[in-house]
């Protein structure tokens, strides 16, 4: 999506092996990291205050899964592309991690107030087809 829809380079300059480390992390790593983090915020983070629980839980979701993720996605990426993980880091994180902060908790919090824990990852994702282009465009421009 971030190359046509974006970056709009067309079919024949598509690259597919972008492609290919998107949908590799998304399938083997997001998923079934986002699967088990939000369990774990649903058993161990709950107060009495519904509201507390909320902003409980975006704060974590924030700080440990949001900063961890970014992380481990921008050096995974640099090292399936070959190049140095630390340097994209160092050109990109900070940035793309300021960007995470300005739309996803808002996201959060209405995912954990009104959707149930089944169908949270099913949320995550469909935000996701415009932050993963994001996230595409700034580890290909990094």
Same mark, same amino acid.
């Given at each position: 999506?971030? #190359? #046509?829809?974006?970056?709009?380079? *067309?079919? %024949? ?5 972008? !492609?290919? &480390?998107?949908?590799?992390? *998304? ?7 986002? !699967?088990? /983090?939000?369990?774990?915020?649903q058993a161990k983070i709950n107060f009495? $205050? ?6 409980? &839980?975006?704060?974590?979701?924030? !700080? ?7 992380f481990v996605f921008l050096s995974s990426?640099?090292?399936?592309? *070959? !190049? ?10 900070? %940035?793309?991690?300021?960007? $995470? ?6 996201? #959060?919090?209405? $995912? ?7 169908? &949270? ?9 415009? /932050? ?6 700034? $580890?290909?421009?990094?």
């Amino acid at each position: 999506m971030a #190359q #046509q829809a974006v970056e709009k380079v *067309g079919v %024949e300059k598509h690259n597919y092996a972008r !492609t290919g &480390r998107m949908a590799l992390y *998304g399938g083997a790593v997001f998923g079934p990291a986002a !699967t088990t /983090w939000y369990k774990f915020l649903q058993a161990k983070i709950n107060f009495k $205050n519904t509201n507390a629980t909320i902003i409980a &839980r975006v704060l974590a979701d924030q !700080t440990i899964f949001a900063s961890t993720n970014l992380f481990v996605f921008l050096s995974s990426m640099a090292y399936l592309e *070959g !190049t140095d993980p630390r340097a994209k880091l160092k050109s990109t994180y900070v %940035e793309a991690l300021k960007k $995470n902060w300005m739309v996803w908790p808002g996201v #959060q919090a209405i $995912n954990f107030k009104f959707v149930p824990l089944d169908h &949270r990852v099913l949320v995550v994702n469909v935000v996701s087809l415009g /932050w993963n282009c994001y996230l595409s465009y700034v $580890n290909s421009k990094g």
